[in-house]
C-alpha cells in the first residue's frame, strides 16, 4: 500500500505537515458557529490531539531510560561514556552561547514590527494571569536539581535532566556488578526498550490524527488574527 502512495506523503513530515494545514483551515471554517455540531467537533478534535501528545510522553521517559542503560551496558570501555559527557557537555555549551549570541543580535529587529503578543494570544489572557512568575534558578539551585532526591519523582514530572544523571549513575553502577546479576538486569532493560520502540512506532503513525486535532483548534480560536504575527515569529 506505501508503494501506491506518492513519495511525499509517506514522509511523517509531509503528512504531518498537511495535517496540521487541513486542521487549521478546518478550524477556520468552523469559527465563529454557534452550531452545536462545530463545537462538538472542535472539542472532541482537541481532545485526539491532546490524547496524541499524552501518548508520546507516556512513552518517552521509559524509552530514554531504557536506551541509556542498555548503551552504558554496550560500551566496552566506560571511559568512553565520560569523554563521551565531556564532549556533549562542550557542545552543549557552546550552542547555548551561539544561540545567545544571535538571538541578541537578530530578534529584536525581527520582532519590533510584531504588535500582538503571540504567547497572550495562544495561551489565553486568564491562563497567563494564573500562572506564576519564572525565575531563573541560581547556580547552587541548578547543581542540587541535577541529583533528584526521587528519581521517581523526576520522572513523572518529566524532569529529563535529573532523571538522565540517575538514570547514568544507576547504568554505571549496574556495570560493577557480577556478570549473573547483570544479564537479567539489563536483559530486562533490553527488554523495555524494544517494547517502547514498538509503541512510539505506533503512536507515532497517529502523528497526522493527533496534529489535525490540535490544529482545528488553533484555528477554530484565534484563527486569522494570528496568522502574521505567528508566521512572523
Given amino acids: 500500500r506505501d508503494r501506491a502512495l506518492p513519495r511525499a506523503l509517506r514522509s511523517p513530515f509531509a503528512t504531518g505537515l498537511a495535517a496540521l494545514a487541513v486542521g487549521f483551515g478546518v478550524g477556520l471554517a468552523l469559527a465563529g458557529s454557534r452550531a452545536p455540531a462545530a463545537a462538538g467537533f472542535v472539542e472532541w478534535s482537541g481532545l485526539l490531539g491532546q490524547l496524541w501528545v499524552n501518548a508520546l510522553r507516556m512513552a518517552l521517559v521509559p524509552l530514554v531510560v531504557a536506551l541509556l542503560v542498555t548503551s552504558v551496558a554496550g560500551m566496552d570501555d566506560l571511559r568512553a561514556l565520560g569523554r563521551l559527557g565531556a564532549r556533549t557537555l562542550g557542545l552543549f555549551l557552546a550552542l547555548l552561547v551561539g544561540t545567545a549570541v544571535v538571538s541578541a543580535l537578530v530578534a529584536p529587529p525581527l520582532l519590533a514590527g510584531t504588535a500582538v503578543d503571540v504567547g497572550k494570544e495562544l495561551l489565553g489572557a486568564h491562563?497567563?494571569?494564573?500562572?506564576?512568575?519564572?525565575?531563573?534558578?541560581?547556580l547552587q539551585g541548578f547543581l542540587l536539581g541535577l541529583i533528584p532526591v526521587s528519581p521517581l519523582k523526576a520522572a513523572v514530572e518529566g524532569a529529563m535532566l535529573p532523571l538522565i544523571v540517575f538514570t547514568l549513575l544507576f547504568a554505571w553502577a549496574a556495570t560493577r556488578l557480577p556478570k549473573d546479576v547483570q544479564a537479567p538486569l539489563f536483559g530486562f532493560f533490553r527488554g523495555v526498550r524494544e517494547a517502547m520502540l514498538?509503541?512510539?512506532?505506533?503512536?507515532l503513525l497517529f502523528t497526522p490524527l493527533g496534529v489535525?486535532?490540535?490544529?482545528?483548534?488553533?484555528?477554530a480560536g484565534p484563527g486569522l488574527s494570528l496568522a502574521g504575527p505567528v508566521g512572523r515569529y
Fill in 212 to 219: 489535525f486535532g490540535l490544529s482545528v483548534g488553533l484555528g
Fill in 198 to 203: 514498538v509503541l512510539m512506532r505506533g503512536v
Fill in 127 to 138: 491562563a497567563l494571569g494564573e500562572a506564576p512568575a519564572a525565575t531563573l534558578p541560581s
